[in-house]
């Protein structure tokens, strides 16, 4: 397994567990901010998105010189026979277990890990193509009323960004980064004034917090763990938590929220027949949470105090630091298992020579006596391979028992190696080598 597959499995691999457990921590502190309204919530969807997205690839140490070494950056070929290990490990000399997998069904998961990579990215990149197309095609010629009020809606925000309207679109929707344009579908005007200033006052909302550039930059890095259903759900939850934003900001511009609300419920109500197209744009009905949308307005926001809301961002710092924590300390990482039997040869830490490269093993005979005790454990085992690659010095360096450790070095000593390299020369080197005995 080449170094990109290794790493593109172990972020896999984290991520599977590392999702759900933010997603869970994100909505327990979305629930504790809920009082506080809208804009604290948002902000913690946000932060769960992209600690979504970057979290698990902060588990694989990528830095640290055995991990280069084990992924061939630091001049060292994989053994001849190999499998790989996934090892699950909790707290620092803690207990591993070990998943492992031939070398050719971990590709295949990198290769399933990349089509599905590039299908997402490719859809994406789909989306904006004919989201540029429908912006492009707009007629930009609206009743002179309804860029009258645009103008306004757009002055009170001041907000620079034209109106259009396309028989393409199904609904109100906010496109463009540098020129911002207000999509509105054929025949919209004909709605009444109120709900046409609803729907400019919360798109224009969306044009001046740059809603159309952050969903883009959100669909980028959430690329990577595009295929997990909690992050479809983080998706979810902040696009809704980002609608509630907005409507905010739209009911204060008009007659209150209750107004607004009602205006809402007239747009949804002929909106209803009309089918939905897939583009990367932002509209009024983007999150499919209309009734919670409604409740929040005709609800409101209760009123808090400085601390309740200092102890609302206490508690949900608490729990993002405590899921943070959790999740670097509990770890999934990839790794070769020379010959997949007896164990992996750990070199001192030093730039050069290369690693030696276990090309034979011979698996340790169990001792007759540990078979009465169903012993099982570790002996550390060091010794010196010479510049054709075979053991010297063959000794103990942390001992199981004398029966098993006389049974590791002699095991040990019928190891055989390609020698280390140093400048393109074999040379000796000392490593440490890991004997497992395990009782069945």
């Known amino acids: 397994m080449n170094a990109l597959e290794m790493w593109l499995v172990s972020y896999l ?84 277990r070990k998943l492992i997998l031939s070398h050719d069904a971990l590709a295949a998961i990198a290769t399933v890990y990349i089509a599905g990579l590039t299908y997402f990215a490719t859809r994406l990149a789909y989306s904006l193509w004919k989201t540029h197309r429908i912006a492009m095609r707009a007629d930009e010629r609206c009743e002179e009323r309804v860029a009258d009020r645009w103008r306004t809606v757009a002055a009170f925000l001041s907000v620079d960004a034209g109106i259009a309207e396309s ?27 109120e709900d046409l200033d609803a729907v400019m006052a919360h798109e224009c909302a969306h044009m001046a917090r740059h809603d159309f550039l952050k969903n883009l930059l959100y669909s980028l890095v959430s690329l990577p763990c595009a295929f997990h259903p909690f992050l479809w759900l983080t998706r979810a939850r902040l696009s809704e ?7 905010a900001i739209a009911a204060e511009m008009l007659d209150g929220p209750q107004t607004y609300a009602r205006s809402l419920l007239r747009l949804a109500s002929a909106m209803l027949e009309r089918p939905q197209v897939d583009i990367h744009a932002i509209g009024i009905f983007d999150a499919n949470h209309f009734e919670r949308r409604i409740m929040r307005l005709t609800a409101g926001t209760a009123s808090s105090g400085s601390v309740l809301r200092t102890l609302t961002f206490v508690a949900c710092a608490a729990i993002g630091f405590g899921t943070c924590a959790s999740a670097l300390t509990l770890r999934t990482e990839i790794g070769t298992e020379a010959n997949g039997l007896t164990g992996r040869a750990m070199a ?26 169903h012993l099982s454990g570790i002996c550390l085992v060091g010794l010196t391979v010479d510049q054709q690659g075979m053991p010297q010095d063959v000794h103990i360096l942390r001992s199981l028992r004398p029966d098993f450790d006389r049974n590791a070095v002699a095991a040990v ?7 280390a390299l140093s400048e393109g020369k074999p040379v000796s080197r000392q490593i440490k080598v890991e004997v497992k005995f395990a009782y069945f």
């Open 167 to 193: 028989a393409e679109i199904p609904g109100p929707v906010t496109v463009g980064v540098r020129r911002k344009l207000l999509l509105l579908p054929r025949g919209f005007a004909s709605h009444t004034a």
């Open 13 to 96: 691999a984290n991520a599977l567990w590392i999702v759900p457990l933010i997603f869970a921590a994100a909505w327990a502190a979305a629930r504790l901010a809920q009082r506080l309204g809208p804009g604290p919530a948002h902000r913690i969807w946000v932060f769960a998105l992209v600690t979504e997205a970057l979290l698990p690839a902060m588990q694989l140490h990528l830095f640290n010189i055995e991990i280069l070494r084990l992924f061939g950056l630091s001049g060292i070929s994989s053994p001849v026979h190999s499998r790989t290990a996934i090892t699950f490990s909790a707290f620092a000399g803690g207990h591993e």
């Open 241 to 247: 938590s980002r609608e509630m934003v907005c409507d």
């Open 413 to 419: 000593q019928e190891y055989r190696f390609k020698p």
């Open 348 to 373: 001192k830490e030093e730039a050069h020579p290369s690693m030696p490269v276990l090309i034979s093993s011979k698996m340790p005979e169990y001792p007759a006596e540990g078979k009465e005790a």
